[in-house]
């Protein structure tokens, strides 16, 4: 017999009167192969519809990616940024800025890694270090202000305090300026995986 073959044994019960012993020998035949059957069993305890292997993850270290595209209000500073979290090529990431709408463009994007983004509006009062993040948590995230450049938004790699307030990480834009803390925050967006949620 081959290795796709089991041997199991049944005894049967034991009849005190007549002293009869039934033993069986029952031979059943293995639909995988003991290699093909490990395989299998690998990919089962690695099954992980959330997070399945070898897909992008958010990073606390974004990778260094930086913008090619400076125009003025309608560059790809966004592109980048969400590139630079999930350590993902500029060429594999979308310019969202030219979609229809960028929230639900990041949206769709990151929900083929696992993730969804949360976009949170600050307080137009705010100052850049005031208790204006309401996370709780430190987390990456990409934060929109005015750009340092022009009288136009941009949007860096930063990181919320637990205190309120953002640490900046990482400036898409070669002159790594990052905002202008004199103005307001516009909003901020962080990931999160979508099997936490549920």
């Not at 307001?184 to 999160?192: A, D, R, S």
């Amino acid at each position: 017999f081959g290795p796709s073959t089991i041997f199991v044994l049944a005894c049967g019960h034991v009849n005190p009167t007549k002293r009869i012993v039934f033993v069986g020998l029952l031979t059943a035949s293995l639909s995988l192969s003991l290699p093909n059957f490990k395989k299998h069993n690998e990919l089962a305890m690695n099954k992980d519809h959330n997070n399945p292997p070898n897909l992008p993850r958010l990073h606390d270290d974004p990778a260094p990616t930086y913008q090619t595209d400076f125009s003025p209000g309608s560059g790809n500073a966004l592109q980048a940024c969400v590139a630079a979290l999930f350590h993902v090529p500029m060429e594999d990431t979308p310019n969202f800025v030219t979609l229809h709408s960028y929230e639900q463009g990041i949206q769709d994007f990151v929900a083929t890694f696992g993730y969804t983004a949360v976009k949170r509006k600050l307080s137009d009062t705010a100052i850049s270090d005031n208790n204006n993040n309401r996370t709780s948590q430190q987390t990456s995230c990409i934060l929109r202000g005015k750009s340092p450049r022009g009288d136009f938004g941009h949007v860096i790699v930063a990181r919320c305090r637990e205190t309120g307030g953002f640490d900046f990480v990482w400036d898409p834009h070669p002159n790594s300026t990052f905002l202008d803390e004199s103005e307001p925050y516009g909003w901020y967006m962080t990931f999160e995986k979508i099997d936490k949620l549920q």
